[in-house]
């Protein structure tokens, strides 16, 4: 009876952990404090994949700049109620909490089988299509129907990968998942479907219109990272001339909307230009100079994605 009463507590506490989060610091401060804990644990302590302990100590130097700045901007009140209580279930409850019910399940069923831990997200692209032609990218070969994964086959994968892996993160790789379109659907209703996975989207950001930037607060569990390759120059350089400017509106609507989003490099060289990037902006409205998540290399992010 006790444990029972225990774990509706638990479950309580789950299911709130973003309001109460964002209503009472002395609460962000026990989950940050467990996050960080939890981060060294594994990646220090426990490193599972016996890596050497420079690279393990870069992934948790990322994972406390994400998680500190995530917490921040929470704080700060950018991200929308649905981004604070969903996004943080799904952290909390796969990041800091030993997993429970299926999701503990699915990862001990597929140890006895496979001898070592699931994957703990997966990396895909939904078609390779895109609207834009960059220099040197693959993507306009891809026209047409050819190279998109039927709706309902990826949504297939995505219930098994949760299913048979526990895992709750997906990240979303192109092509440019935002043209995304098959049996009358697009990328947002995956987000919509499977409303206990985060996804992570890279994408080019010129379709973040505010319509789909407030489709994305309301489902509370997608982070565009949005790529740029430095400054204005840089940027149109290679991906079409005005496409930086479409850039700084994709960030304006998102910091409007309350969606946390970020910033991959494609160029380590050109990674301290694109800091600023997301802080760009002509407002003078506290809320859209905001960054609202954080920037990282993609070459430091193959390293970290590397392990799972
Ligand atoms: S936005 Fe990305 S996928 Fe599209 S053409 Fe450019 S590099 Fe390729």
Known sequence: METYGFERMVDYLLSNAGSLMHHIPMVRNLFMRKARQAAYEYLIKENPDRRPIAVQMEKLQITLSLMETAFKRMEEGLYSKNVVNRASKIVIEE??????????????????????????????????????????????????????????????????????????????????????????????????????????????????????????????????????????????????????????????NMREAGVPSGSPSHRCDTMPNCLPVMNSSTSTSRKRRQPSHGSFSICRLAETTAWI
């Open 95 to 252: 990041l800091m909490l030993e997993p429970k019910g299926k999701t503990r399940q699915a990862k001990e069923a597929f140890r006895a089988q496979y001898g070592r831990r699931p994957p703990g997200f997966l990396v895909i692209a939904p078609t390779l299509k895109c609207n834009l032609r960059c220099k040197g990218c693959y993507a306009k070969s891809f026209d047409g129907s050819s190279g998109t994964i039927p709706f309902s086959l990826l949504d297939r994968i995505l219930t098994e990968k949760t299913d048979l892996w526990g895992s709750h993160y997906v990240a979303w790789v192109g092509g440019e998942p935002t043209v995304y379109r098959s049996e009358g659907k697009d990328i947002l209703d995956f987000a919509e479907r499977h409303l206990d996975n985060l996804f992570l989207m890279f994408t080019n950001g010129t379709l973040i219109d505010q319509e789909v930037a407030k489709r994305m607060a309301d489902l509370g569990n997608v982070v565009p990272q949005v790529s740029v390759e430095g400054f204005e120059k840089e940027t149109d350089e290679r991906r079409g001339k005005g496409v930086f400017k479409k850039i700084l509106r994709a960030f304006e």
